[in-house]
Nanobody, 122 residues
């Protein structure tokens, strides 16, 4: 099973990017998808989650600016990022949530993508 994240790039503050996450290599059981990010020198942190059934959750730092969605036709998972700030600069990872625990915990995500770099300049 592989998750492929794409869509990262360089934007100026206030700009937008849309990240995509596609799964391949087989079927697996999961109850949602999550986005995490890791800035240089910092720990990987939760950004957003889309739980099957339609529940969506966001970190306080991105609430109102980021939107998580899913394309049911091809199971691609998206993160629309608007009003980007320099503090959003990080490598963004998508992950498949396979455990029923807290959506904020990395421990509940078994499969991870390779990460896509987002750089926001001021």
């Amino acid at each position: 099973v592989q998750l492929q994240a794409s869509g990262g790039g360089k934007v100026q503050a206030g700009g937008s990017l849309k990240l995509s996450c596609a799964a391949s290599g087989g079927t697996f059981s999961s109850n949602g998808r999550g986005w995490f990010r890791q800035a240089p020198g910092k720990e990987r942190e939760f950004v957003a989650a889309f739980i099957w059934g339609g529940e969506r959750y966001y970190a306080d730092s991105v609430k109102g600016r980021f939107t998580v969605s899913k394309d049911n036709a091809d199971n691609t998972f998206y993160l629309q990022m608007n009003s980007l700030e320099p503090e959003d600069t990080a490598v963004y990872y998508c992950a498949a949530k396979t455990a029923t625990g807290n959506y904020r915990s990395r421990l509940n995500y078994r499969y991870w993508g390779q990460g896509t770099l987002v750089t926001v300049s001021s």
